[in-house]
């Protein structure tokens, strides 16, 4: 076998930026070799939602939404401060549309629009719906033998069946109608018949139905996909990315790329060293990225003269999680569930007893609030609610009843603390029981009268969706915390992505200590410090500009080769 390859364009990483790079060099008629470091491809694209936020989509105009760049302009400035990067912001907004036309033109991904909220709505140039896209449900089975290189996604039920946030209602209470009842039994039995032929479900949703349209698309190109092919060493010749010595079936070969070299190995959330050289004022342990994210497309391009780029308000995006001690002495990272965050019942306090965030605000500023108020030199931070919260919406990892019967087995597990007052849940949390019985008083007294004036709970559109309207509540994120047993579950944050990486251009183009370009290397998606920078304005605002910047880094390249 040949120890070189010769291709145009040489892609490392197989998640939604690398994916989408590869079908747009290969649908423009370029050869391309796709290499992913793990056995599946889609990396965090297949543990996400897949959600990209893009304003002024085909959509959004189709659905009528009033919109413009201008408004999205104003939002994003109001949002980043001073981080904002004019060029690469008017570049992203500008192109954003074209990119997702462009991978729904020559590919079988497609998007529909999404619910979501922009997560501050309420701030000047937000809107309630319209910027946010989902990927279209896939039939897996129209994969074949291939299924299982999708990889597998963090939640599903009886053993691999995907539900989606819309489902979960009908699955908690099947007998509560008729419409419940059939849906339930129409997935079910469909996903019985699937475990006949597949490893898991095939109605998938989310990250797995972008990467299996994705995946479809691949093979209908013939793009060269090489799984279990890491890369070793980026080859820089004069500044100039040439290719890469990857592992390619079992053996180290020299791959040549005409046309481009394109990082996309989804940046460094899983490796410790990294995490506390990159974001030494955010340190934590937890990460729900994959595994394979260990900075290697980051520490490739520093070796060969590419800059990183600290200058982000945050590293990385979070989420807080719980850890649950599992029966054989393991532990598993409990992702922010959907049923009980934000809703009315539920608050969020600090080592003090305090609150010290909005609870219905999105996933990432609790966790921001969790930096700024002490973590990670005490991590005594948890969610307050009653049992009976527990009991009817969950908690965590705990399902509401009847799905869990009892607690007891959380409790014994230290998952959750239980106190028949809150003087006693205190004592078994170690915060100060009179300041924990004055937050929630002071929470009561905001529940009857509707408002809060330290967080504004219940104030924005993002709020309101997390809401029970069904309670008649004066403000439906606002519910009271008063009658005993109480319950804790204690949060620590933890990476969704990260947001610190190369230093890029507004073509992705990696850059150099001088702000020279490396000709021929591009880093897209969390390889290259985010255009957010570690900052959430909302849902998709990873995946999106990932793809985006994968659209242009491949029109970059093409114009170079059409002038050589």
Known sequence: MSNEKTTDFLIIGSGAAGICAALYASSAGYSVMLCEKASKIGGTTALS??????????????????????????????????????????TYLKYGP????EIEKCS?????????PDYHSNRAGGVDKGRALSPAPFDGRHLGAD???????????????????????????????????????RRVSRYMIDRLKFSRGTELSGGNAFLAAALKSVRKLNIELATDCPMKELIVENDRATGAIVSYEGSEIRVQARHGVILATGGFAANPKLRANMGAKHQHDVTLCATENQGNGIQAAGKAGGMLDLKVA??????????????D?????????????????????DPKGKRFVNESNSYHDICIGLFNNGY???????????????KKRGMGDILPWPWTPSLSSYIRRGYIQRGNTLEALAKEIDI???SLIATVSQHNQNAHSGKDPDFGRGESAFNLALGDESLGLKNPNLGEIKNGPFIALRIVPGTLGTAAGLKTDERARVLKKDDNAITGLYACGNDATSIMAGIYPGAGITIGPGIVSAYLAIEDAKARADAT
Request: glycine share 8%.
């Open 376 to 390: 990670p030199d005490d991590e005594r931070f948890f969610f307050i609610c009653e049992e009976a919260f527990v």
């Open 147 to 185: 299924f299982d290189l999708i990889g597998d996604p963090i939640r599903v039920v009886l053993g691999g069946m995907m539900i989606t946030s819309s489902e979960i209602k009908h699955f908690l209470n099947p007998i509560k109608s008729a419409t419940s009842l059939l849906h339930v039994l």
């Open 314 to 327: 945050s590293p990385g995006f979070w989420t807080p999680v719980s850890r649950l001690k599992n029966k």
């Open 432 to 434: 100060n029981s009179e």
């Open 329 to 349: 002495g393991s532990t598993a990272i409990v992702p922010y569930g959907w049923l009980d965050r934000g809703r009315p019942g539920v608050i969020a306090v």
């Open 108 to 116: 079988e991904i497609k998007f529909v629009l999404a619910g979501a």
């Open 98 to 101: 074209k990119a997702v036309q």
């Open 49 to 90: 939602n897949a959600m990209i936020w893009v304003p002024c989509s085909d959509h959004a105009i189709k659905a009528g939404i009033d919109d413009s760049l201008d408004q999205a302009r104003i939002y994003l400035r109001g949002e980043l401060g001073s981080y904002y990067n004019e060029k690469k912001i008017d």
